[in-house]
Structures are given as C-alpha cells and as structure tokens.
C-alpha cells in the first residue's frame, strides 16, 4: 500500500470524522471504502493519526467453561449511527414516494433512503411561482367593518368537509342532484344559518378541510392514480365558483366574528389548487387587516387559542391514530402550555370521534351527496357541517350543526 502524506491523510480522517462513516468519506474522495480504510491504517502507523468515529456496541460474545464460569468475552462494535434527530427531513412530503430507514440496536439511524419524483419537485415549485403571479394580478377586497360586541374567552371554529365542487350528481341515480351552483349554495347556507346560530366569539377559525376541488386539473381524474370521475362543467368555471364560494365563507365569518383566521388544507383531490387558492385568498384579502391566511405549504396546520390546540390535516397521508404523536412532535411547546389537543379531518367523508390519551381526533360530515361509484358501492353516510364553539380555558362548549336537506326541501 503506498503512503500518503500526512496532509492528505488528515483530509482523509476529517471527512470521515464529519460524516461518520468510512462509506460516505470514500464517496467524498471517489475511491473505494476499502482503499479508504487501508490508507488509513498506513496513516495510523505512519503518523499516529485516525478519525474521530464514534462506536456503538453491536453484540457481545461470551465463552463460559462447563460449570459457567467467564473464560473469555467479545464486545463487537460498529460505526455509531446517527441521531434520530439528525436525518434529513424533507420539507414537502407530496413528492417523496418512499422513505426507508436503518437502525442500529440502540434505535440510532444507520441509514435514509428519501425516492422523490423530480418531476412532481418541479411542478410543485412551478405551481407556487404560477400561483404568486397570479395574486399579484387580482383586485383587493374592501375591508368589512368591525362587529361591535364579542367575548374574547371564545372562538368559533368552521370546519368544512370534503366539499367536491365541480363533482356532478344524477338524483335518480344517487339520491340527490349535486353541481357546481348547488355546491356553491349549500356552504353558503350553511355558513349563514352556522354564523347566525354561535355567539358573538371574538375569534373565528376557517378550516377547508382538503378536497374542495373535485379534480386539479383540466382533466376530471384523480392526480394520483387517475381515476375518471364525473365532473360538471369546464375547469375554469370550477375555478370562479371556488373562489366566490370561499369569498362568500370568509365574508360570512367577518361580518360577525373581529378577528378570523382561514386554513386550506390540501387533499388528495385538489394538492395544487388549494395552494393556489390559498395565496388567491391571502391577496385579495390583503388590505383586510382581521383575516390571516395560513400559507404554510406542509399537510398539517395548527392553531393555538386559550388553552386549545387544533391540528388540521386532510386525512389521506396518516391514520388517526397516528395523529396525536404528530402533534406532539411538531407542537412540543405549544402541547404543554394547553390542555385541550383536538384533530379535525376529513377523507372518508362521514363522522368518525376518536379518544385517544390526551389528544381526539374526529374526521367530518360532508355536505354534498354521494357520486355515483359511491352509490353502488353502498356508500350511505349522513351529511351535514358543524361549528364547533371553544372556551378559551374549558375547551369546547357547544356544537351547532346545519343539516342539508332543510335546505333542498326549500329549493
């Protein structure tokens, strides 16, 4: 083995110290991981020099005589592995399709593995810069005048369910005729009748729980798998009647409640309309001081009032099970001043309550009936939307619930 010189052993050593592992150093350097190591060896011997690599025990063997007395033992070391807290997170988990990891005995990561579709990277980054253009473009909303009375101790919270406008709904075939003006019409009654019925509660929360879009394209099919659906109406009119229809929601709760907060969480229906409705929204409503839009890009948002933490997500990425140790991680802080840890989410488009130790998780109603495939699948779920009141130290208070029908009975 030829030697290298102290300067490029120390190098050699640096990289191994910095990275952990004698794999990740060969890469570095482009050569072999058993080239690496033996250079190293010569380096020791040579100059009294090695890496700094921490080692993790890995088993242990041990050689008794016949009446189990200790003759000899083996500890067995290997590289230590990473801390958990020291892998790489990717920031945006919709184009990642699978992520692997290796752990030692000890629980430590040895390994990551993180496949990602370029491809769906660079539409999602070219979605968000078509999505800043064209906020930039549109007409700013007045400011509507401050409601005169409202107790500060309690908040209003208006969780919309999976709300497919632009799905097309045949009564003779599914029991009720659903399309773009009656989507439009049903959450704006709701919301009215909803808004009329709470106090007068200084703070509101507007959470549009993913799938409010039917499909995300021109193209009525599902992103993902591209399953065809039936669809009313072209994709721009879909559009329109999304943006009146959120306008409509927002205004409702601003006309009574002083300070209002709006969530739009993405689903497996619409990911990348929902992003751009949600800088739509923050634009147009720029000059209204009252309103906050949550611009956050990941899959799960939080809001904190009293001693109540919500934690919105539209239920197709984790089970609700798993939602409680999610809060807990990303909300570490905020989950030990509260008290009161509630989940809203949506998906599988009826009323699921779960109580879990310390944190419920409740998936929502829908207001629009079932489609078709829904139909002859047996799918029989009620319908209906909910304003959930909170107490800023007792949690929540009250429910006010809007049923459909006594809408379409009118009509």
Same mark, same amino acid.
């Given at each position: ?11 050699? &050593?640096? %990289?191994?110290? $910095? ?73 945006? *988990? ?20 993180? %496949?990602?579709?370029?491809?769906? %990277? ?22 509507? *005048? ?8 309690? &908040? ?44 007068? &509660? ?77 800088? &739509? ?8 001081? $009252? ?91 009620? $319908? ?28």
């Amino acid at each position: 083995m030829t030697k290298i010189s102290r300067e490029e052993a120390e190098k050699r &050593c640096e %990289a191994v110290s $910095r990275l952990g592992t004698y794999r990740a150093a060969a890469r570095e350097f482009d050569m072999n991981e058993t080239a690496l190591r033996r250079s190293l060896a010569t380096a020791e011997k040579h100059y009294g020099i090695k890496p700094d690599v921490k080692l993790a025990l890995k088993g242990t063997s041990i050689l008794t005589d016949a009446s189990g007395a200790l003759i000899q033992r083996w500890d067995k070391t290997r590289t230590a592995g990473m801390d958990p807290d020291d892998r790489v997170h990717m920031p945006d *988990p919709k184009t990642i399709t699978k992520i692997s990891t290796l752990y030692d005995q000890q629980g430590n990561v040895t390994q990551q593995w993180v %496949a990602e579709k370029p491809q769906d %990277a660079a539409r999602e980054k070219l979605w968000r810069e078509f999505a800043a253009a064209l906020a930039a473009d549109l007409p700013r909303a007045e400011p509507i *005048p401050v409601p005169s009375y409202s107790s500060t101790d309690l &908040c209003a919270v208006y969780p919309v369910g999976d709300h497919h406008l632009g799905m097309y709904s045949w009564a003779a075939e599914t029991g009720a005729d659903y399309d773009l003006d009656i989507g439009e019409k049903l959450l704006t009654d709701s919301m009215g009748h909803l808004v009329a019925s709470v106090p007068q &509660c200084e703070t509101a929360l507007l959470v549009v729980i993913g799938d409010f879009l039917h499909y995300d394209s021109t193209r009525a099919e599902t992103p993902l798998h591209r399953n065809l659906l039936d669809a009313d109406g072209r994709a721009q009119k879909m559009v329109q009647v999304a943006v009146h229809a959120l306008r409509k929601y927002i205004n409702a709760a601003l006309q009574r409640h002083p300070t209002v907060r709006l969530i739009l969480e993405p689903g497996n229906h619409d990911p990348h309309s929902m992003t751009i409705l949600s800088v &739509c929204m923050a634009a147009i409503y720029e000059n209204e001081p $009252r309103l906050t839009v949550d611009l956050s890009p990941s899959h799960f948002h939080y809001f904190e009032f009293g001693q109540n933490l919500i934690g919105t997500h539209h239920g197709h990425g984790v089970k609700m099970d798993k939602l409680p140790g999610v809060m807990a991680a990303d909300q570490r802080e905020a989950w030990g001043r509260t008290k009161y840890h509630h989940w809203l989410t949506g998906h599988i488009h009826h009323k699921q309550f779960h109580d879990f130790p310390g944190c419920s998780v409740e998936s929502l109603r829908i207001l629009p009936p079932i489609d078709a495939y829904a139909a002859q699948k047996g799918y029989r779920s009620a $319908r209906g939307m909910s304003a959930i009141v909170l107490h800023r130290e007792h949690g929540e208070v009250a429910r006010h619930t809007v049923n459909p029908n006594m809408f379409e009975r009118a009509a």
